[in-house]
């Protein structure tokens, strides 16, 4: 059974820095496209970064301070989070769709995981 598990949430202070994790089961990451997605309190879930299943990456949301990768061995992927801000504050999902090409929006994606929390405050 196909399952994506995140990690890595949590609490920071702006300008501090959180590396989130997507470990899945039931499937081999390197033959999906992974998403990362963000949803604020009252907020719609909008597209954090991509990684397309060729190794394409995309950044939706202020590219210079994300950093997705993957580690095939693991079977994870992974968002870095450096020079965060309020604004960064959400639950943060991944999510998997079939194809090579990376799409910005969430109804796009088939599969999800149950999100983790970041939360940027001083």
């Known amino acids: 059974q196909l399952h994506l598990v995140e990690s890595g949430g949590g609490l920071v202070q702006p300008g501090g820095s959180l590396r989130l994790s997507c470990a899945a089961s039931?499937?081999?990451?390197?033959?999906?496209?992974i998403g990362w997605f963000r949803q604020a309190p009252g907020k719609e879930r909008e597209g954090v970064s991509c990684?397309?299943?060729?190794?394409?990456k995309i950044y939706y949301a202020d590219p210079g301070r994300f950093t997705i990768s993957r580690d095939n061995a693991k079977n994870t992927v992974f968002l870095q989070m450096n020079s965060l801000n309020v604004e960064d504050t959400g639950v943060y999902y991944c999510?998997?769709?079939?194809?090579?090409?990376?799409?910005?929006?969430?109804?796009?994606?088939?599969?999800w995981g149950q999100g983790t929390q970041v939360t940027v405050s001083s």
């Open positions: 990684l397309s299943q060729i190794g394409t």
């Open positions: 039931g499937l081999t990451f390197d033959e999906y496209t």
């Open positions: 999510a998997i769709r079939g194809g090579t090409a990376c799409r910005r929006w969430w109804n796009e994606y088939d599969y």
